[in-house]
């Protein structure tokens, strides 16, 4: 296949999709976690900013598996595309599965026939530290789906090099409770880096992420760690502190004011390149009164007053209903049905281009919501 394949996570196939496609623009799809995307000079970089992305092949190939396939045909056609493609050097076969397999086709298996059938002097098998890897990807259906999926899953096999500009992100010691500063519901840092992906489109660079309501900082670090500029601020002058805290511990820097949402287009002035980043606060699975929702809807318009052009992305409670409503059900975000939520942020300038819910625990869902200019 011509371009990269991307192997998606398991956790949110949709928002897996997604979220590459906020970072690359169009993509095939292969099967759910699976996508062949075109090859630019910018996507490995944009690539790197992927949260919910577990693999980056190159020089990739495919296997359509019907009733007819067999293990021998599978590693006969990954050999002879090893003889085109694999660099000279020691080399190993790391295959693994997705979901619950594809009867008849074994890793081990393939590993051993693929290795005896590359190898040679100029490529030997080192399964200890190999110079070039064959990465081969068995997918098959998901076993019970943590979230819903409409795409179809059809059962293919895929391999490739690994591309040598793209690593897997690690949030070794990023997590809340590892932090200096700590409060509970703190955002999971490959969710906040996930919101913020999201913000990003394919045709234009985000130069500035935006939290109005920074907590503990979890979406001010993935920002910064990134390098992106970070503008924060927070009603709560401890959570200020403690966001300037936990950043210090990671080396990173952003800027954070004490600052009610009401004030934060005064606070930053007229801007563009703008994402919004935030998770507002709450603290209880859904809001029922208009109090309780009016920081939301101040932050859609001071967002709007400082980058009518910019991208809004968010996490909002809602029902575990959701989890297997259809993309036409008027599920409940926020207290109210998502119809009235969706026209009251259209009257702040913002249009929703993506709702996806995303599993808490049994009894708490939240909904994923990315916005871009209404106009």
């Not at 292969?30 to 996508?35: K, T």
């Not at 992906?197 to 935006?210: D, F, G, Q, W, Y």
């Not at 575990?320 to 975000?333: C, H, R």
Request: charge should be negative; hydrophobic fraction near 35%; proline fraction near 8%.
């Amino acid at each position: 296949m011509q371009g990269l394949t991307l192997i998606g996570s398991g956790w949110h196939p949709l928002l897996f999709r997604s979220e590459i496609q906020a970072l690359t623009g169009q993509f095939e799809t292969i099967n759910p976690r699976v996508l062949n995307i075109p090859l630019t000079e910018s996507t490995p970089e944009r690539l790197s900013r992927a949260a919910l992305l577990d693999e980056v092949l190159c020089e990739s190939g495919r296997y359509d598996v019907n009733p007819q396939s067999s293990q021998g045909e599978l590693s006969q056609k990954i050999a002879d595309w090893a003889h085109k493609h694999l660099p000279e050097g020691s080399f190993a076969v790391r295959t693994r599965r997705l979901g619950v397999g594809i009867r008849g086709f074994s890793r081990s298996t393939t590993d051993k026939e693929i290795g005896t059938l590359v190898a040679s002097e100029s490529r030997p098998v080192n399964l200890e530290n190999p110079e070039n890897i064959i990465s081969v990807i068995i997918s098959g259906p998901e076993d019970g789906p943590i979230h819903r999926d409409d795409i179809e899953h059809k059962p293919v096999i895929v391999w490739g090099l690994n591309h040598p500009e793209w690593k897997r992100e690690s949030y070794s010691g990023r997590a809340p409770t590892e932090r200096p500063f700590f409060q509970p519901v703190s955002l999971d840092p490959r969710q906040a880096r996930l919101l913020i992906s999201l913000a990003h489109r394919p045709k234009s660079e985000t130069s500035t992420v935006i939290d109005p309501f920074c907590g503990t900082g979890g979406i001010v670090i993935e920002a910064a760690l990134q390098g992106i500029d970070t503008l924060a601020s927070d009603l709560d002058s401890r959570m200020v502190e403690g966001t300037l805290e936990n950043l210090r511990s990671f080396d990173a820097e952003a800027t954070v004011e004490a600052c009610d949402v009401s004030g934060i287009a005064s606070l930053w002035g007229s801007r563009t390149g703008c994402a919004f980043v935030f998770d507002p606060p709450y603290g209880r699975s859904s809001w029922t009164s208009g109090k309780d929702m009016e920081p939301f809807f101040e932050a859609l318009s001071e967002a709007h007053r400082i980058d009518p052009q910019g991208t809004l992305s968010t996490m909002l409670p809602t029902t575990p209903e959701a989890l297997q409503a259809g993309p036409s059900d008027d599920v409940e975000v926020m207290g109210m049905p998502w119809s009235e939520l969706e026209s009251k942020i259209m009257q702040r300038g913002w249009k929703p281009v993506l709702r996806a819910p995303v599993r808490v625990h049994s009894s708490l869902a939240r909904m994923v919501v990315v916005c871009h200019p209404s106009d």
